[in-house]
């Protein structure tokens, strides 16, 4: 590319970015990410746990013992709006045909039911109430009376959902109050974030919503607090402008907005492991915005939550004894091979055939760098056909296998061989993590040195008519963790219950008895 220019190199300033790291990235446009290497699914007893109710039981009770203890924080990327949520709403405003035709044949003509069954079902969304107030011409059909409600929701003026941050939607309706995603993350915290008297959330969220998350949190927090006797440690950042990335041309020159300025747009969810990385706490549970449940379920979601926690507690012991003995010198060989098995058997750690072939030194420098990395207990649910990546075990450009959360975006889709494996994985990943960031000595990983850089994404988008491509950083739970230790669990199908359309609100696991 030409030499940047004066303003060109004060804009990436003021983002924070520098010239190399823009070059970099530039780079990343003209080589391409290659895509992963599957080597086979991630299956029970072959990469994922699955306990018995006695094991389940004594995960619980290590988890509930160490709270005395430890500092427990549970992080909710809630960034987003609502937009994509309303994505079939917006086409349906703009191409039904009122006082011509109804819902029913509408939804026949563009051969999306998901109206039709909002416009069946609109009785049970938990903002019903406020629907029904929209005021509709006299004489309106019903097809039409619900045409102008869809319009009022997506109405700047009037009920603007759309713009909203997802997590301050209304979500579920109760008899005195319609809750939102970020009231049930404030009870769900309660049950299994809650240390003594006080429970630690953090929320990522973007700058613009900030006002809003206060004042929601003035009227919750307060009514929670005092009904559970609690203390909220509420705290939020924003995904930082200096992980904004470059955008090019199909050509891959730098794409320029039409005041000539560079694009620059955030770098996906990847962008928060540095959110991640400052949150002072050992034990951290990830969980997404728009993934809660009513009280019938809630039971169930902060037991698995637990058994997840109190495996890596039971886990983190063994790691600090190992981690301890390797800094403590004089490893016999018995020892030694105790570790590596410990690793491969309970941390699925994967080790070269050349590793006999080093040195004693050698190998236990292996030893000790692979032990001592970050952790994360990752639930799995069964693969019944909901959205998102799947545990997988992989191999990287260096023969080295991992297990690996996999998108389908990473996959080469012209690969048959590559996407017979991914089509056969049994579970998928519904972001219910939970993280262990010290070491033996107390200390925290720096965890943006365990990224892996070659697992972003180039996907191809739009701007002012224009195609261009964009670059995303490793995702959160994908690259950005990727030199984790990573242990999968199975768990229940009933603990996820993502709202990623409007429809989802009227699933049973989202109505209030």
């Given at each position: 590319?030409k030499?940047l ?11 924070g ?7 970099r990235?530039l ?10 290497q ?17 094991q389940?039981?004594e ?10 203890t430890?500092r427990v924080?549970k ?18 405003t ?15 003509r563009s ?8 416009f ?10 406020e629907?029904?107030?929209?005021d509709?011409e006299?004489?309106?059909?019903e097809s039409d009376?619900f ?5 009022a ?17 209304p979500f579920?309706k109760?008899?005195?109050?319609v ?5 049930e993350?404030?009870?769900?915290g ?8 006080k ?11 900030l006002?809003?998350?206060r004042t ?10 005092k009904?559970?006797?609690?203390d909220f440690d509420?705290?939020?950042s ?19 907005n ?6 620059l747009?955030?770098?996906?969810h990847?962008?928060l ?9 050992d ?7 728009d993934?809660?449940v009513?009280?019938?379920?809630a039971?169930?979601?902060a ?13 983190q ?8 003995l390797?800094d403590?010198?004089e ?9 590596k098995?410990f690793l491969?058997?309970?941390?699925n750690?994967?080790?070269?055939d050349?590793?006999?072939g080093?040195?004693?030194?050698e ?7 692979k032990?001592n ?8 649910v069964?693969?019944?056909?909901e959205?998102?990546?799947g ?7 260096y023969?080295?296998?991992s297990?690996?959360?996999i ?10 061989e590559?996407?017979?494996?991914f089509?056969?994985?049994?579970h998928?990943n ?8 010290r ?13 892996d ?25 994908n ?9 999968f669990?199975?768990?229940?199908l009933?603990?996820?219950n993502p709202?990623k ?13």
């Amino acid at each position: 590319m030409k030499e940047l220019s004066s303003k060109e190199l004060q804009q990436l300033s003021e983002h924070g970015i520098s010239k190399e790291q823009l070059f970099r990235q530039l780079e990343i446009f003209s080589n391409g990410i290659q895509s992963v290497q599957l080597e086979r699914p991630a299956t029970l007893l072959n990469g994922i746990l699955s306990f018995t109710v006695q094991q389940e039981k004594e995960r619980i009770a290590t988890f509930e013992n160490a709270l005395k203890t430890v500092r427990v924080t549970k992080f909710v990327p809630a960034s987003g709006a609502a937009t994509r949520m309303f994505k079939s709403l917006f086409t349906f405003t703009e191409t039904y045909k009122p006082y011509r035709e109804t819902i029913s044949e509408y939804s026949a003509r563009s051969g999306d039911a998901s109206i039709l069954e909002l416009f069946e079902n609109q009785s049970a969304l938990p903002f019903y109430d406020e629907l029904q107030d929209i005021d509709t011409e006299a004489g309106s059909s019903e097809s039409d009376s619900f045409f102008e409600r869809v319009k009022a929701m997506l109405d700047p003026e009037k009920m603007d959902f759309a713009s909203y941050p997802k997590g301050l939607l209304p979500f579920h309706k109760y008899k005195d109050h319609v809750a939102t995603a970020f009231e049930e993350h404030l009870k769900e915290g309660i049950m299994y974030a809650r240390s003594g008297d006080k429970v630690d959330i953090h929320f990522t969220i973007s700058s613009q919503h900030l006002e809003k998350f206060r004042t929601a949190f003035k009227e919750v927090g307060a009514r929670l607090s005092k009904t559970d006797k609690v203390d909220f440690d509420i705290s939020y950042s924003y995904q930082r402008s200096s992980t904004d990335t470059v955008a090019v041309s199909l050509d891959n020159e730098p794409f320029k907005n039409n005041d000539g300025s560079l694009l620059l747009r955030p770098g996906g969810h990847g962008a928060l492991i540095e959110n991640l990385d400052e949150l002072d706490s050992d034990i951290i549970f990830i969980k997404n915005i728009d993934n809660v449940v009513v009280p019938g379920l809630a039971d169930e979601v902060a037991k698995y939550k637990m058994i997840l926690a109190g495996h890596l507690l039971s886990v983190q012991e063994k790691i600090f004894e190992y981690a301890k003995l390797i800094d403590d010198g004089e490893l016999n060989g018995d020892q030694m091979q105790e570790i590596k098995t410990f690793l491969e058997e309970e941390l699925n750690v994967r080790f070269l055939d050349k590793y006999y072939g080093f040195s004693i030194a050698e190998q236990i420098e292996i030893l000790k760098d692979k032990i001592n990395r970050p952790i994360r207990i990752c639930g799995m649910v069964k693969n019944e056909g909901e959205p998102g990546g799947g545990p997988f075990w992989i191999k990287d450009q260096y023969q080295h296998v991992s297990l690996q959360i996999i998108e389908s975006a990473q996959v080469n889709k012209n690969h048959p061989e590559q996407m017979k494996i991914f089509n056969k994985s049994t579970h998928f990943n519904p972001v219910d993590i939970v993280c262990g960031v010290r070491d033996y000595k107390g200390e925290k990983f720096k965890l943006v040195n365990y990224v892996d850089p070659n697992m972003g994404f180039i996907t191809e988008k739009t701007k002012d008519g224009r195609e261009l491509k964009a670059l995303e950083l490793p995702g959160l739970w994908n690259g950005a963790m990727a030199f984790w230790n990573t242990i999968f669990v199975e768990v229940p199908l009933e603990t996820f219950n993502p709202v990623k359309t409007v429809n989802d609100l009227l699933r049973p696991s989202h109505q209030v008895d």
